[in-house]
């Protein structure tokens, strides 16, 4: 396991941080994005989709649950289980359709799948910290060189 502690000054910090992800995530990866409400997560998925060319506009999934990036021949899927009442509603979505090992699948607010979602290859931990944020990454595999 591979461990990592980063200060993010600044909202330009987390799209940074999602632009390096960007480069270090191959498909076939499951992240989840942990966090409060505000933390980060949904901008730190933004840098990581501009890095990898999407233009268009990226928000949180909270009332789709899903959203859906094709980008050249990588598909990303980014989920908000926060309005999830019951794990079992991921069967019933298809979840292991989406859990594919040519997808990449970012998941926020992870622990309403618990029970149904397999662990995490990149789980992303994002913490208020006065005017900053502060996140600590567990891999499987190294991120950074």
Same mark, same amino acid.
Request: charged share 20%; with cysteine; hydrophobic share 45%.
């Given at each position: $396991?591979?461990? @990592?502690?980063?200060?993010?000054?600044?909202?330009?910090?987390?799209?940074?941080?999602?632009?390096?992800?960007?480069?270090?995530?191959?498909?076939?990866?499951?992240v989840?994005?942990?966090?409060?409400?505000?933390?980060?997560?949904?901008?730190?998925?933004?840098?990581?989709?501009?890095?990898?060319? @999407?233009?268009?506009?990226?928000?949180?999934?909270?009332?789709?649950?899903?959203?859906?990036?094709?980008?050249?021949?990588?598909?990303? @899927?980014?989920?908000?289980?926060?309005?999830?009442?019951?794990?079992?509603?991921?069967?019933f $979505?298809? *979840?292991?359709? @989406?859990?594919?090992? &040519?997808?990449?699948?970012?998941?926020?607010?992870?622990?309403?799948?618990?029970?149904?979602?397999?662990?995490?290859?990149?789980?992303?931990?994002?913490?208020?910290?006065?005017?900053?944020r502060?996140?600590? *990454?567990?891999? &499987?595999?190294?991120?950074?060189?």
């Amino acid at each position: $396991m591979f461990a @990592y502690q980063l200060d993010l000054a600044d909202e330009a910090a987390t799209l940074g941080l999602g632009a390096d992800l960007a480069k270090s995530l191959p498909n076939g990866n499951l992240v989840f994005l942990e966090g409060d409400l505000g933390a980060g997560k949904t901008t730190l998925v933004r840098g990581l989709l501009r890095a990898l060319g @999407y233009q268009g506009i990226v928000k949180s999934p909270t009332y789709t649950l899903v959203e859906h990036y094709q980008l050249a021949a990588r598909a990303i @899927y980014h989920f908000d289980l926060y309005r999830l009442a019951d794990p079992e509603e991921l069967e019933f $979505m298809g *979840i292991r359709d @989406y859990l594919q090992p &040519n997808n990449l699948v970012l998941i926020e607010w992870p622990e309403k799948g618990a029970g149904i979602l397999p662990a995490a290859d990149v789980t992303l931990s994002i913490q208020h910290k006065t005017d900053a944020r502060c996140i600590s *990454i567990k891999s &499987n595999k190294p991120l950074f060189s």
